[in-house]
């Protein structure tokens, strides 16, 4: 208890509450900006704490590591662009929601999961600070594998009513994250010769691309977010809040998992809300489906990705082993304190550590307040026209995508990762379960390979292994048994000619893929890729040759339908081809522009230009002059962001103009 009150009264001081206040309100900003995110803004940070004593240091950096998963919700709910990595779960059920004309209800489900679970991952911090280390060392290489594989079973739950094609799509997903760079053999795989694909794929680039640029396409041709006129009331939010505190075993069990999971070395964000909205989804309770507007989709997933902070910083406290990437960037900030992780933390410097406890919990608190009461007006955006929406949301995801190398090939890499996005969702292949695949894919191949190496074989006969293998087989073969079942009882048609030809173009894809890796890369490049290229190639021969068996005996001409079965796939419209290529269309005209000019003029010229071309109701000169100012703002705040702190600032605004 005197622990507890000496970081209390440490806190108490006006100077160090500013600071978390301010971190606060950057975490904000920087969650509901697509394409920068929090490792960015650590990293910026941390040299402004060099003046700052550790108490201020560290108020600063976890108020706004703590809450730039609350704020990326706002892109992820409006507008269906996640935020972070970390919103993609929120995108599925809180878009949804948001089209219905309940994104009041979603956003105040949202912001009081996070609350919850945040405050959560602080307690679970603080009861776990003595026990922490043992605990995180017990867990061993395949133990790691092991959970990470369980976490890709749940795929056949994101999958729904097609547990087989849910699986193929994250086998795809794997395949894309194996691009680069090999880091155990050192050799490139599918780079093509481009020194651009050596990283590999940028995550951030990735879930743009694939979540937000079909979405755009679906908003243009809506019209607006929300489908009807009911404007946003506070009783909507309250009914979020109470949504969140009926569903209050949900939300705990989903905190434990940001929580526990989050301590976990290398197991991201991406993977953990992915889980939650796995655990949550095999429960969906009464209301929509899950995808279709379910709140509870959107209370999992942002109950775990709070509470992964209080989580990932067991690991870094304890013994210096970062739980996250931001938690890695943070122990730059022991080392320019002078602070060493272990047990001095707990001893010593034990008052400190009960501060960062305060700071997290503090911190949600206000961020998810202040949320609240800006809820009404962001839901309101959702009746703003699509033709003033969507050219401002190009530009954040275009000029947010440009940021990361600073290359031609972002755009390519945005533009094509999004024209894939739109196949996928007309074609009804989840892009929940290729996101889970590509955020998976380097840390199973880490761990297997890891394992393989030391102890051959025999890894796979440890207790906790075969427990979480075992629990991932039999989640995966209960979910194909489903469908089996629901198969064979007459059910809707079965997906036409281009899903056939999807599934067999998934094939040929994972052949090659299997051909190249087996003959062009050494051992330990090859076996990890010729896993997945194979489990592809099988689960996607499977589902088209069932599909083909069915559609040709079922015969119904499905192509000249006039009206599409309930949960049958129809053919693309029209409308629906010109709304995505109009998208691609204007990503392009935006990203020729920052080529020509600049991103500050072209994002200007950009967004008037369009509402112009877009909009009959929305060519009034104060409010496109308003709508180009805003994108010119955004571009000046990306390009600032960009820059190291403090001095280049300047000579970037220079420079540019």
Not at 164 to 192: C, E, N, Q, Y
Request: hydrophobic share 55%.
């Amino acid at each position: 208890m005197d622990l507890i009150l000496t970081a209390v009264v440490e806190m108490a001081q006006p100077f160090r509450m500013l600071m978390l206040v301010t971190g606060v309100f950057v975490g904000l900003v920087v969650g509901v900006v697509p394409g920068i995110g929090g490792l960015f803004a650590m990293a910026l940070l941390i040299p402004m704490t060099y003046n700052m004593d550790a108490y201020a240091a560290f108020a600063l950096l976890l108020g706004m590591g703590s809450v730039n998963t609350t704020s990326d919700t706002i892109p992820a709910i409006l507008f269906g662009v996640p935020g972070s990595v970390g919103a993609a779960a929120t995108v599925l059920d809180g878009h949804a929601m948001a089209k219905k004309g309940e994104a009041a209800r979603a956003f105040g489900a949202s912001y009081s999961a996070s609350m919850i679970g945040g405050v959560f991952g602080a307690l679970v911090l603080a009861a776990a600070i003595p026990i922490m280390r043992p605990l995180v060392l017990y867990l061993k290489t395949p133990d790691f594998f092991a959970i990470c594989a369980f976490g890709l079973s749940i795929v056949a739950m994101l999958a729904g009513s097609q547990p087989l094609k849910g699986l193929a799509a994250a086998m795809f997903g794997m395949l894309a994250s194996f691009v680069g760079i090999d880091k155990i053999a050192g050799i490139d795989r599918w780079t093509f010769g481009e020194i651009y694909l050596w990283d590999g794929l940028p995550v951030a680039l990735v879930f743009l691309g694939l979540f937000g640029l079909p979405e755009l396409a679906s908003l243009l041709l809506r019209g607006s977010i929300q489908g009807n006129a009911e404007r946003p009331t506070y009783a909507g939010m309250w009914q979020g809040i109470r949504d969140t505190l009926r569903e209050w075993p949900l939300v705990l069990r989903c905190s434990s998992i940001g929580s526990l999971l989050g301590a976990v070395p290398g197991v991201g964000i991406a993977v953990l809300d992915w889980i939650a909205y796995g655990h949550a989804s095999r429960r969906p309770g009464s209301g929509p489906k899950f995808g279709e507007g379910n709140v509870r989709g959107v209370i999992a997933p942002e109950s775990a990705n709070n509470a992964k902070e209080g989580g990932s910083l067991i690991p870094t406290i304890a013994f210096g082993v970062p739980g996250s990437a931001s938690m890695s960037i943070l122990l730059g900030a022991f080392v320019v304190h002078g602070l060493v992780p272990g047990p001095d933390m707990l001893g010593k410097n034990a008052a400190l550590t009960m501060s960062m406890v305060f700071s997290i919990a503090v911190a949600n608190i206000v961020g998810a307040v202040t949320c609240l009461v800006l809820t009404r007006p962001l839901a309101r955006v959702a009746q703003v026209p699509a033709a003033i929406l969507v050219p401002l949301v190009v530009t954040f995801i275009v000029v947010g995508a440009y940021q990361t190398n600073m290359s031609a090939f972002d755009f390519a890499l945005v533009i094509g990762v999004g024209a894939v996005g739109m196949a996928m969702k007309e074609l009804n292949w989840p892009r929940s379960a290729f996101s889970l695949g590509f955020v998976l894919g380097p840390s199973l191949e880490n761990y297997f390979f890891l394992a393989y190496q030391i102890s051959g074989w025999s890894w796979l006969a440890q207790p906790l292994v075969l427990i979480l293998l075992g629990l991932a087989v039999f989640g995966v073969v209960r979910q194909t048994l489903s469908w089996f079942r629901a198969r064979n009882s007459g059910g809707p048609l079965p997906p036409a000619l281009p899903d056939i030809v999807a599934g067999a173009t998934m094939t040929l894809l994972a052949f090659a893929a299997l051909v190249t890796a087996a003959t062009g890369f050494p051992f330990e490049a090859a076996i990890f890729p010729i896993i997945t290229a194979g489990l592809l190639m099988a689960f996607s021969l499977v589902t088209t040759v069932q599909t083909s068996l069915r559609w040709r005996r079922r015969a119904t001409p499905v192509l000249s339908a006039p009206a599409a079965i309930p949960g049958e796939w129809s053919p693309v419209s029209e409308p629906t081809m010109k709304g995505n290529l109009a998208i691609i269309g204007l990503c392009l005209a935006l990203a020729f522009l920052i080529l020509l000019v600049g991103h500050l003029a072209a994002t200007f010229i950009f967004v008037a230009c369009s509402i112009v071309v877009l909009g009959t109701k929305s060519r009034r000169p104060p409010l496109v002059i308003a709508a180009a100012a805003t994108a010119f703002v955004y571009s000046v705040f990306d390009m600032l962001a960009s820059q190291p702190w403090p001095t280049p600032w300047l000579a970037g605004i220079g420079g540019i103009f």
